[in-house]
């Protein structure tokens, strides 16, 4: 009997390779505990539950300093202290001020000094380097898929070219050796014919090669494989425009809502003087 091992979650046995790697979750606890983005610091957590959308670390700053604002270098609302998240605040202690992402364009990345840490030798920050990954890593998948796709189809042109050339092995036996001795020096005439016209030419090209169909099926596979990595590029494009409108919508939200707060804390205030200046006056009334 096959070894059963414990999902992390729900601590019922499964066999290994119904669990997943690295969680060691099962699967109907990766239905109702997915890996979301946390909706302040971009980074992926497990979801406890559906309203539960900010990871553990940034729930305790909230309750700690209160609603983050928008990072000035990464535009990520994560910055609970002054005007920095705290990536930003520990990369620029450490590897100096940011650089502009050769990605998103922002000024949010910081150089490492270190060539084996870019990505793609491309300076990305960090949101555009997770990014990055993820498209390398389904292109990855996708060729993967491709490949083994390509050597089943590959196979079985193989074995069906062996089974053709032994079907005819004997019909091509019957070939009489003048015949084969006349059609020699037809091709002979033709490829000097092209030689002396100063053209290169090698007569292997002109016969029909097994492993053409191969070469043509390798090309195409090639175009299909470029054509994937674009359109993934393309869509990462769009999900980085996406989620760099939605983290201007919200600044610009928590903006009007704190502009909102002052002006309203700004007229208590003044309701509350006026109000004081009024009894004044009725003091003043009264004692006359």
Not at 107 to 114: E, I, L, P, T
Not at 194 to 207: E, K, M, Q, T, V
Not at 253 to 270: D, F, G, I, P, V
Request: with cysteine; glycine share 4%; net charge positive.
């Amino acid at each position: 009997m096959a070894a059963l091992y414990a999902c992390t979650k729900c601590h019922q046995r499964f066999p290994f390779e119904a669990l997943s790697q690295g969680q060691q979750l099962c699967k109907e606890c990766r239905i109702a505990h997915p890996i979301v983005k946390c909706t302040y610091c971009r980074t992926e957590f497990q979801q406890e539950s559906k309203t539960n959308t900010i990871c553990k670390k940034c729930a305790q700053n909230v309750k700690l300093y209160g609603t983050p604002k928008p990072c000035q270098y990464c535009n990520i609302i994560a910055a609970f202290i002054g005007n920095k998240c705290q990536r930003c605040t520990n990369s620029e202690k450490k590897y100096g001020p940011p650089h502009s992402c050769e990605q998103c364009k922002q000024q949010c990345a910081f150089d490492r000094k270190d060539d084996r840490k870019k990505v793609d030798g491309k300076l990305l920050c960090w949101l555009c380097t997770l990014s990055y990954k993820r498209v390398l890593q389904k292109t990855k998948e996708q060729c993967k898929h491709l490949s083994s796709s390509s050597r089943a189809s590959l196979q079985e042109k193989e074995q069906y070219s062996r089974l053709s050339s032994g079907s005819h092995y004997n019909s091509q036996k019957t070939l009489s050796t003048s015949s084969i001795q006349n059609e020699i020096p037809k091709k002979k005439a033709k490829f000097d014919a092209i030689s002396a016209n100063g053209d290169s030419f090698s007569p292997d090209l002109a016969l029909d090669s097994p492993g053409t169909d191969h070469f043509v099926i390798i090309a195409q596979l090639k175009e299909e494989v470029a054509t994937l990595k674009k359109m993934l590029h393309q869509k990462d494009q769009m999900i980085l425009e996406k989620e760099k409108k939605i983290t201007e919508l919200k600044a610009d939200l928590q903006y009007q809502e704190s502009q909102m707060r002052a002006k309203m804390n700004q007229m208590e205030k003044t309701h509350k003087e006026v109000m004081e200046q009024l009894q004044e006056v009725g003091r003043e009334i009264d004692e006359s």
